[in-house]
């Protein structure tokens, strides 16, 4: 019994492990501070009381932040490819649900949970922001 619990630490601590393997490569983006404040009932937000309608709002976040309606909630993620150094093509696009890189690459995202599609050799998810509807706005921001 004496040297059960001390076997169970030692079994704790080896097992745990660091996420900086998994995260080495995640690193393209800044982590840049987002508070930033969209009215829905403003003509060029209008589509977000919607689900799965996308929006692209510019000066937030690297490359902007896409803001989409799930149907139950909002979620927004910055619009700048994490998988690559941010250049202009990096931007990327909306295409329906999912969102395109414009560089060579083409890597593409879905907007409801922030992962590749179909492409398994991608590291790195969309960078994520909070969304809190407050009244007719949403409240972006990390």
């Given at each position: 019994?004496?040297?059960?619990?001390?076997?169970?630490?030692?079994?704790?601590?080896?097992?745990?492990?660091?996420?900086?393997?998994?995260?080495?490569?995640?690193n393209?983006?800044?982590?840049?501070?987002?508070?930033?404040s969209?009215?829905?009932?403003?003509?060029?937000?209008?589509?977000?009381?919607f689900?799965?309608?996308?929006?692209?709002?510019?000066?937030?976040?690297?490359?902007?932040?896409?803001?989409?309606?799930?149907?139950?909630?909002?979620?927004?993620?910055?619009?700048?490819?994490?998988?690559?150094?941010?250049?202009?093509?990096?931007?990327?696009?909306?295409?329906g649900?999912?969102?395109?890189?414009?560089?060579?690459?083409?890597?593409?995202?879905?907007?409801?949970?922030?992962?590749?599609?179909?492409?398994?050799?991608?590291?790195?998810p969309?960078?994520?922001?909070?969304?809190?509807?407050?009244?007719?706005?949403l409240?972006?921001?990390?």
């Amino acid at each position: 019994m004496k040297y059960l619990f001390p076997l169970i630490f030692l079994i704790t601590l080896f097992s745990c492990s660091k996420n900086s393997d998994d995260n080495r490569n995640c690193n393209f983006l800044l982590d840049v501070d987002v508070n930033t404040s969209i009215n829905l009932t403003l003509p060029e937000y209008s589509q977000l009381q919607f689900p799965n309608n996308p929006v692209y709002i510019s000066n937030a976040g690297n490359g902007g932040v896409i803001v989409n309606n799930t149907g139950s909630s909002y979620i927004a993620f910055d619009a700048a490819d994490p998988n690559h150094i941010f250049e202009n093509c990096s931007v990327l696009k909306i295409n329906g649900i999912n969102a395109i890189c414009g560089c060579e690459d083409k890597n593409e995202y879905n907007l409801l949970n922030g992962l590749a599609v179909n492409n398994g050799n991608l590291r790195c998810p969309l960078k994520q922001y909070r969304v809190e509807p407050s009244g007719n706005n949403l409240l972006i921001f990390n």
